[in-house]
Nanobody, 115 residues
């Protein structure tokens, strides 16, 4: 059973920064895809950023230029650096990993951006 544990969420003022961490119980480069999703109240869960095992990255248009996804293979950890945060970034952020045919999810970490 794969476990993903997120940390780093919290309350921040608009324009501030946070770095989310996702610690995996399994070697992360064995996942086909890893990434971060978020879900705001009353909205569907959406992809924020992801990378594949080949290193290709993908970002939601709304976060391009502000968020950066990265990984530390030694520590099996994935990060999401979030800069210039906006109130509309407020959501629960989930770490996700995909290894066919299974998707794994963390428990989520709350990010609240005050205006």
């Amino acid at each position: 059973q794969v476990q993903l544990v997120e940390s780093g969420g919290g309350l921040v003022q608009a324009g501030g920064s946070l770095r989310l961490s996702c610690s995996a119980s399994r070697i992360i480069f064995r996942f086909e895809t890893m990434g971060w999703h978020r879900q705001a109240p009353g909205k569907q869960r959406e992809l924020v950023a992801s990378f594949t095992s080949t290193g290709a990255t993908r970002y939601a248009d709304s976060v391009k230029g502000r968020f950066t996804i990265s990984r530390d293979n030694t520590n099996n950890t994935v990060y999401l650096q979030m800069n210039n945060l906006k109130p509309e970034d407020t959501a629960v952020y989930y770490c996700a990993a995909y290894s066919f045919p299974t998707a794994y999810w963390g428990q989520g970490t709350q990010v609240t951006v005050a205006s």
